[in-house]
């Protein structure tokens, strides 16, 4: 997910679902606010919403599966 799937107005955001399939998902207004607190302390210029330096898969799903962009 990038930071421009974000619709700020109306909290939500587009995803990438099973298939390929675009579906919009709705996040609370005090998540919104962690959002911005978020993306404002970062020092990247990375498009994608979440970023690590570590490529965590303990749960059996790839980077890839789970929509995670790991690395820019």
Known sequence: MNIED???ENCSA???GKGSK???VY???ECKV???KYLASREDS???LFVTD???TTDGY???QVGIKTSC
Do not use: G, Y
């Open 6 to 8: 974000l619709n700020w």
């Open 22 to 24: 675009q579906r919009e």
């Open 34 to 36: 962690w959002l911005k």
């Open 14 to 16: 587009i995803v990438n």
């Open 62 to 64: 790839s980077d890839d």
């Open 27 to 29: 996040f609370t207004t």
């Open 46 to 48: 990375c498009k994608a």
């Open 54 to 56: 570590t490529h965590p």
